[in-house]
């Protein structure tokens, strides 16, 4: 894993949401921990266990005695009308604009109305093609969703170019063959289980350096910005 000054070529970007284009982590956490305390589930151990996964699996993992497809509603519920405090990620506003319709697409653990709504929120655009939960039967980190980007985009599988901020993303990616971008803290230092191409803090020091209509290459600049 490097993140000093990487060059990464690619022909399609599949950007996961929350954490990455969408700063989203503290509204989520306080929907968890209110559904947990409610539950009688461990507030904490819920939040942990969120990253990257739907919220059926969520429930299944720190939950299983309940019923998942009630948990998840109730979540779901809640996270389709509250967008409160949502806001872009640094740099994710900037790179968009920089990429055509057909270089890029989001495959998020969340419902179409929540990733919509928070797109929304934090006034981005919203993708040709967004893979959302409910059009997968498996979560991350299997590799359906970001497979299935690749064939709607029409690319390759090896010429995608993924970009998570959580190991379930990460290991995701791999599987499904494509390279990794990590994003954020969770990931620094090589603490994601599966390896990394390049890591930044955020999306501020991705350059796009060359975009073209089929072909991508970004600069992962080591001084925290493209400028």
Known sequence: MANDGTTLDCDAILFDLDGVLVDSHPLIERILRMWALD?????????????????IDLVRVVAPTLDAEVEAAWIVEHEERDFTGICPMPGAAALLAALPAARWAVVTSGTRRVASGRLRAAELP??????????????KPAPEGYLRA????????????????AE???????????????????????????????????????????????????????????Q
């Open 168 to 226: 379930s993303g990460v290991r995701a990616a791999e599987a499904a063959g494509m390279r990794c971008l990590g994003i954020g803290a969770a990931l620094a230092e090589g603490r994601a289980g599966a390896a990394l191409d390049a890591w930044a803090a955020d999306l501020r020091p991705v350059d796009p350096e060359l975009v073209t209509a089929g072909h991508v290459r970004l600069n992962i600049h080591p001084n925290g910005s493209n």
């Open 39 to 55: 539950r009688g589930v461990d507030p904490d151990a819920a939040v942990a266990a969120s990253y990257g996964r739907r919220d």
């Open 150 to 165: 690749a064939d709607l985009l029409g690319v390759r599988p090896d010429r995608c170019l993924v970009v998570e901020d």
């Open 126 to 139: 919203e993708p040709v093609y967004m893979i959302t939960a409910e059009d997968v039967t498996e979560g």
